[in-house]
């Protein structure tokens, strides 16, 4: 009988181990959450992919050095009923976006808004301002992804 529940004491334990990294992965530590800062700059790069997706974009300081800025945000399937789309920003497109920046200071940050060119907003709080597919299927298009 002893031997039984510290087999499943053994159990539980192993399985808390295991479930706490997949559960820290999706941590905001890393964020100063609440605080907002508005960069604008050039985009160098829209990294799609899995598990998320990455823009890289080039800030003109006002002491004219150029920062380059990281803002990670959520992976394809969450994000294109939002209105993102692997074509969504093209190397120089000049972009306003606004970050939850890391607490370290170093320039990366979670991406919660975006204006395009274009004047159009892309919005990751909670969808905000996300419109519905035009054909109402709710599913997400082929055209969007990375071609294996």
């Not at 529940?5 to 181990?17: D, E, G, I, K, T």
Request: charged letters at 20%; hydrophobic letters at 40%.
């Amino acid at each position: 009988m002893r031997s039984r529940h510290f087999m499943r004491f053994a159990v539980a334990v192993c399985l808390l181990v295991v479930s706490v990294p997949v559960f820290a992965h999706h941590g905001g530590a890393a964020f100063d959450v609440g605080k907002k800062i508005t960069k604008k700059g050039a985009v160098v790069e829209w990294f799609w992919a899995n598990p998320h997706c990455f823009l890289r974009f080039d800030v003109k300081e006002d002491n004219g050095q150029v920062v380059r800025w990281v803002v990670e945000t959520q992976a394809p399937p969450n994000i294109v009923p939002i209105g993102f789309s692997k074509q969504a920003f093209k190397p120089g497109d000049e972009v306003t976006v606004t970050l939850e920046p890391v607490k370290n200071g170093r320039p990366l940050g979670r991406l919660l808004q975006v204006v395009l060119p274009d004047g159009k907003t892309l919005d990751t709080v909670a969808g905000r301002n996300a419109e519905p597919y035009p054909d109402g299927a709710g599913a997400s298009k082929s055209e969007n992804y990375p071609k294996q």
